[in-house]
């Protein structure tokens, strides 16, 4: 148990990225060193994902000590996660059927092993107890051990999605759905990543050698099309009730002061294992909630804790209820259905300004996106 808040932590984790590592970062972001404190990635993510820091805020913090040049492939990178909830955002489709298929028990023996970190190759097993132990991946590490899942051991890229979301920290469906399926050949169609030995002996710094890898397979295939169905232009930005109900995935303080203060009531949800259609581990629901008890810290309002099985009855006389939106997945699903159920219920989204205006790029790869990052960078002088 820490003594100091997830935002103080956050805070701490932050500065010292940016005074001791990231004019590194380009250099270095691949390698894997063995450890937190001698690699040169962030480790922001788990913050990151839950908007502990914002995205924005974090942009605009990096630009005012250094120049974009100096910086712009970090940048990139904290843009990433924006562009990949964006394109979820317009091709929910994938959410869904990823989700439909995603306990399939294909090869189960295999995938026991896998789990358990008992395949005959060491690098992998050392992983999935980094993965248990710690709750984080290196970057690189993720693609290695999805690619290995996908096309050494043949196992469903759905199956390796859902280990990374039961014991993510910074576990997000947009960008563990969507990276999965980039390494599988499937986001970029015919395009996949291949994990190859002599890469992972050079960027783990010769740790792991003479790996036996399929490093000939052929990109997955589907048959599906994803076109784009949602058009999100349209959002509303303001408070319109008196109520408002809030995730765990977007729980940025100083951006929403102002309109916090509109509410009598505040309501904080965390879905439990009941409620999610992919399980996660006992550390990260607990780590959910200690970023729900250090955010409902931060303010005076009437803040009320909630789960799925007493939210209907606390909101009972409610009609009308502002929700932070909380992107496709989980959350979402939750509420949708919740909705259909108590048809009489109004929920009101409310977005981010800045959101929206970067989701209108992502409706394609992520070049088209990369070239409009000064754009939005202008749009909003971060």
């Not at 999965?180 to 990543?193: C, D, E, I, N, S």
């Not at 048959?223 to 009730?241: D, G, Q, R, V």
């Not at 409009?372 to 960078?377: F, L």
Request: aromatic letters at 18%.
């Amino acid at each position: 148990m820490y003594n100091t808040s997830i935002f103080d932590r956050s805070e701490s984790q932050l500065n010292s990225f940016l005074k001791k590592k990231i004019s590194n970062y380009s250099r270095y972001r691949n390698f894997d060193f063995g450890s937190s404190d001698s690699n040169y990635v962030s480790k922001l993510s788990p913050f990151i994902s839950h908007r502990i820091i914002l995205e924005y805020e974090l942009v605009s913090k990096v630009l005012e000590n250094y120049k974009y040049s100096e910086v712009e492939k970090f940048i990139q990178e904290v843009f990433w996660r924006i562009y990949w909830k964006g394109w979820l955002e317009h091709r929910p489709s994938v959410w869904f059927d990823y989700v439909k298929s995603a306990n399939r028990n294909d090869n189960f023996k295999d995938l026991i092993k896998a789990y358990n970190g008992e395949t005959k190759i060491e690098c992998f097993n050392e992983w999935v107890r980094e993965l248990k132990t710690k709750n984080y991946l290196h970057n690189h590490v993720r693609m290695w051990f999805a690619s290995i899942w996908i096309f050494t051991f043949n196992l469903p890229w759905q199956m390796g999605a859902n280990f990374f979301l039961k014991h993510l920290f910074d576990g997000d469906a947009a960008s563990n759905t969507l990276s999965w399926r980039w390494v599988a050949g499937l986001q970029t169609r015919g395009k996949h990543y291949l994990a190859r030995s002599m890469n992972i002996k050079r960027y783990t710094n010769n740790r792991f050698a003479n790996i036996d890898l399929n490093e000939n397979a052929l990109p997955k295939e589907e048959s599906t099309f994803y076109s784009i169905e949602n058009n999100l232009l349209t959002s509303n930005f303001e408070p319109k009730n008196e109520n408002l109900l809030v995730f765990e995935n977007d729980l940025h303080v100083t951006s929403r002061k102002i309109l916090f203060q509109n509410y009598k009531k505040i309501y904080v949800l965390l879905l439990s294992n009941s409620n999610r259609r992919i399980e996660l581990s006992e550390k990260v629901i607990n780590y959910k909630s200690e970023l729900l008890n250090d955010f409902k810290k931060e303010f005076k309002n009437n803040i009320i804790s909630v789960n799925a099985s007493n939210f209907q009855e606390l909101i009972n006389d409610i009609i009308e209820i502002d929700i932070i939106y909380p992107f496709i997945g989980e959350n979402l699903d939750f509420i949708l259905n919740f909705k259909n159920e108590i048809k009489q219920k109004k929920f009101n989204f409310i977005f981010r300004k800045e959101d929206i205006f970067c989701f209108k790029f992502a409706k394609k790869g992520f070049f088209n996106f990369k070239k409009n990052i000064p754009k939005i960078i202008e749009e909003f002088e971060l």
